[in-house]
Each structure stands twice: as structure tokens, then as C-alpha cells.
């Protein structure tokens, strides 16, 4: 049975556009696989802690030597690692925050990266690859090729290399100039936040379509 995991990262509630795309992606993908069963988290609303001096060297102790505060952060990891081995399909909304991603999505990575669930400890090869990673993007400007701020998106710049010791591959569906609508010196920018949206849609709801033959 086919399993989806989506996951939400936006502290803006019901205004966030990836929130929305993310939400689209997941129906689509139920409409895609009626059978198939769904795990949500979301990391907005329930952030997984940061690693910090009392925790994060449970991924270099042996677990029968580590404190309580490491073996409830190892508890956690072995948990989120296993959301996605039990997942065919994996679902994240990633807004930009200060040209960058949610401070909560790197937390989530950081849990990620651990071998002996994620990583062969022999090897060093990913072990999280064999599945779908689509990334549901929003980012209130526009970075792209001439911009004024060219290439100052670095969530999606970064979320490859973050996750690339796993073998997760992200495939990334962007909108862009989505503060288009709400701030008044991008106005002349809404028929393009428009058709970024738009563009972004159309290629969720062409992700699981059968092929024609």
C-alpha cells in the first residue's frame, strides 16, 4: 500500500502559499492512490528541537552510553528517519525566511543525518534515496537569473546538499513573488506572482497522472 508523507514548514497559517501547494500535492496524490495512507507533520506548528551541546552528540555515542537527554534525541531521530523509510512519496512546503529555509526544516535535516538509519555506516552511501521528494517552494521575492537579488534563495539552494548524505533527492515545484499582493512596491509584479502560482499548480496536478499509451 502506498504511503505518503507530508510535511508542512510555514509559520503563516492559512496565508501561506506553501502550505496551499503542499495541500494540493497531497490531494492529488490521494486522488492518485485512493488506497494509500498519509502521515503530516508539521514542523511550523510543532517545531522538533534544535541540536545543542546537551543533545546532538547522541549521533556519536553508542546508544548504551547515552544520557537521558541524548536518548530522547535519538528517539526523535530514529523516529523522523522512520517516517520517511515507511513513505513512498515525501511532501515538504518550504517557504524562504530571510533568504533562507525555516529555521525548523533545518533542525529536521540535522535529525536526518544519522548512520546507521540514514547512512551506511560501512559504505557512507545514502539509505533514504528509493523515494519520491518533492518540495512545495514559496519565496516572496524573485532570485532568479537578473534579478536584483540573483541567486539569494538559498533554501533551495541548500536543501540539496543538506539532505544529499540520505540519497534524498528533492525535486523542487516553486512559486515565486508571492508578497506580490500584499506589498504595494511589487504591485507592478502581480500578473508574474500570478503566473508563477499558476505554473506551480499545473505541475502538481501533472505529477501523478498516468501516462498515456
Do not use: C
Not at 49 to 55: E, I, R, S, V, Y
Not at 89 to 116: E, M
Not at 189 to 201: N, R, W
Request: hydrophobic share 45%; no cysteine; aromatic share 6%.
Amino acid at each position: 500500500m502506498a504511503h505518503l508523507l507530508h510535511i508542512d514548514s510555514s509559520i503563516q497559517g492559512e496565508a501561506s502559499v506553501s502550505r496551499r501547494l503542499s495541500a494540493r500535492a497531497a490531494a492529488a496524490w490521494r486522488a492518485a492512490h485512493p488506497d494509500g495512507t498519509v502521515t503530516y507533520r508539521d514542523l511550523g506548528a510543532n517545531p522538533v528541537p534544535h541540536l545543542d551541546a546537551t543533545n546532538g552528540s547522541a549521533r556519536m555515542v553508542p546508544p548504551e552510553q547515552h544520557t537521558p537527554e541524548q536518548a530522547a534525541s535519538w528517539a526523535l531521530t530514529q523516529e523522523l528517519v522512520g517516517e520517511i523509510k515507511a513513505a513512498d512519496t515525501v511532501l515538504l512546503g518550504l517557504p524562504v525566511y530571510n533568504y533562507g529555509a525555516p529555521s525548523s526544516v533545518k533542525a529536521w535535516v540535522d535529525h536526518l543525518i544519522a548512520v546507521g538509519l540514514s547512512v551506511d555506516p560501512e559504505t557512507q552511501t545514502g539509505l533514504l534515496g528509493d523515494r519520491e521528494f518533492i518540495v512545495l517552494a514559496s519565496r516572496g521575492g524573485g532570485y532568479g537569473e537578473g534579478a536584483p537579488r540573483e541567486g539569494w534563495d538559498h533554501a533551495e539552494q541548500w536543501l540539496p546538499h543538506g539532505v544529499s548524505l540520505t540519497g534524498l533527492e528533492p525535486r523542487f515545484i516553486t512559486a515565486e513573488l508571492t508578497l506580490a499582493h500584499v506589498n504595494p512596491a511589487m504591485a507592478e509584479l502581480i500578473p508574474l506572482a500570478d503566473a508563477s502560482l499558476a505554473a506551480a499548480e499545473q505541475a502538481i496536478d501533472e505529477l501523478w497522472v498516468p501516462a498515456r499509451v
